[in-house]
């Protein structure tokens, strides 16, 4: 997977701004349907859309296209993180402060020229995301594709446990409450509204039942879908019989059982394993010559190279009680994602990225799509998985997929 995938991006093609035709030939193109890769292919754009696709034989070239060469290259669509977060962290801490149109921006950016070229940022947003993500639309600012829940809502005291400014995530003590904060949410027009329902290795009170059911029988009064924040079985069956859309998450206490792949299968639940956030609880310090790659030490701060390369940061992950349960979870969630996966659940995919300084944005997307595949699912699959799963979990049909019609969401990268 380093191999394949944790390349550097040779050329991310942007047509949107020209209404010229572009036909980019002779490269291998994964489309994102699950089809194995088709080698010596032609991808033709009129603009925005993609107009064709297909074996250099069979696709007509329109006369006075403007044709690239990408022999040697391999396309596939853009990465689709349905499962991120923005202005979390600044300056290589997490800030209260942080969430600002500069830092949202530049974050964009990033995952952008890691090519995840859209991402879902499930909570922990200020209102300032419904602006940005508007003029986004409109074409005024540039970066990944910007997806949100808005704030959030979580339980009194209870997770998520970062410094937040006053109105970042809702925490209602009742239900008629958490009515109230969907209905303030839902006029701003979201893609999703995230619920937190755990407790964080017990650490924090969990959101009542009660609670959670009103969010999700009020988001889908107005037409939005629910993603849920869950660790335990217990929830995950508790927080789909009650119809939320998607689990955040994975299940990491227990073994998934034939039960809860019934529910899901049966209500069409979304599973975003996120393996990357166990993983990040430790990788760096377990592996510090990760650190020497420039593939990752780009898309950090310098003041994060320092922190996580020095001694201080090994001891504290060494002496943390959580990194042992975060270890014991990651295996979990690795077996219960491959579980899922072989019995036909609907994966997306996600990583958590940018809701603290371990979890960096771009490159988490690349480290997740390797544990996937650590987990036994193949390449391809771990693929579909962040792009047409990802896609459909959001309901954008114009992307995660290389199909005529569709947007020309794409990248280019250096190898198969």
Do not use: C
Not at 83 to 95: D, F, I, K, S
Not at 171 to 198: G, M
Not at 380 to 403: E, I, N, P, Y
């Amino acid at each position: 997977m380093r191999k394949t995938l944790l390349v550097v991006f040779a050329l991310m093609v942007s047509p949107v701004a020209s209404a010229d035709v572009v036909v980019l030939k002779g490269a291998t193109i994964i489309d994102g349907t699950g089809r194995p890769p088709q080698q010596n292919a032609v991808l033709v754009l009129d603009g925005e859309r993609i107009l064709a696709v297909g074996a250099s034989a069979k696709v007509k070239v329109p006369r006075r296209a403007r044709v690239l060469d990408l022999t040697g290259r391999t396309i596939m669509p853009g990465i689709i993180n349905a499962h991120g977060h923005v202005g979390l962290v600044a300056g290589g801490q997490n800030r209260a402060d942080a969430y600002t149109r500069e830092n949202v921006q530049a974050q964009l950016l990033q995952y952008e020229r890691y090519g995840v070229t859209s991402v879902l940022t499930l909570g922990l947003n200020r209102d300032l995301v419904y602006e940005l993500r508007d003029e986004q639309r409109r074409g005024a600012v540039p970066g990944a594709s910007l997806f949100t829940a808005g704030r959030g809502i979580g339980a009194p005291d209870g997770a998520p446990p970062v410094p937040l400014a006053p109105d970042q995530v809702y925490r209602p003590t009742t239900p008629t409450e958490a009515v109230a904060d969907v209905q303030e949410t839902a006029a701003h027009k979201p893609d999703f509204v995230k619920i937190w329902v755990d407790d964080v290795f017990g650490k924090f009170p969990k959101m009542e039942p009660a609670v959670f059911k009103a969010v999700i029988e009020a988001a889908h009064a107005d037409g939005i879908k629910v993603a849920s924040h869950v660790f335990y079985l217990a929830d995950a069956k508790a927080v789909i019989e009650s119809g939320v859309d998607a689990l955040a998450h994975s299940v990491r206490d227990q073994p998934v059982d034939d039960e809860l792949v019934a529910m899901m299968k049966k209500r069409g639940t979304f599973y975003v394993a996120t393996l990357n956030v166990d993983a990040s609880f430790f990788a760096l310090a377990d592996d510090p010559a990760l650190l020497d790659d420039p593939f990752l030490t780009s898309a950090l701060a310098p003041e994060s190279v320092q922190q996580f390369r020095s001694p201080e940061y090994r001891a504290k992950v060494a002496a943390d009680p959580n990194v042992p349960k975060a270890r014991a979870a990651l295996a979990n969630g690795m077996r219960n994602l491959k579980a899922l996966h072989d019995a036909g659940v609907h994966l997306a995919f996600g990583t958590d990225s940018g809701a603290n300084p371990a979890r960096i944005p771009g490159w988490a997307e690349h480290r997740e799509l390797e544990l996937m595949v650590s987990a036994g699912l193949s390449p391809m699959d771990a693929l579909v998985a962040a792009t047409r799963g990802s896609a459909s979990m959001l309901g954008a049909s114009d992307r995660g997929t290389l199909q005529s019609g569709k947007r020309a969401d794409f990248i280019v990268l250096q190898a198969n």
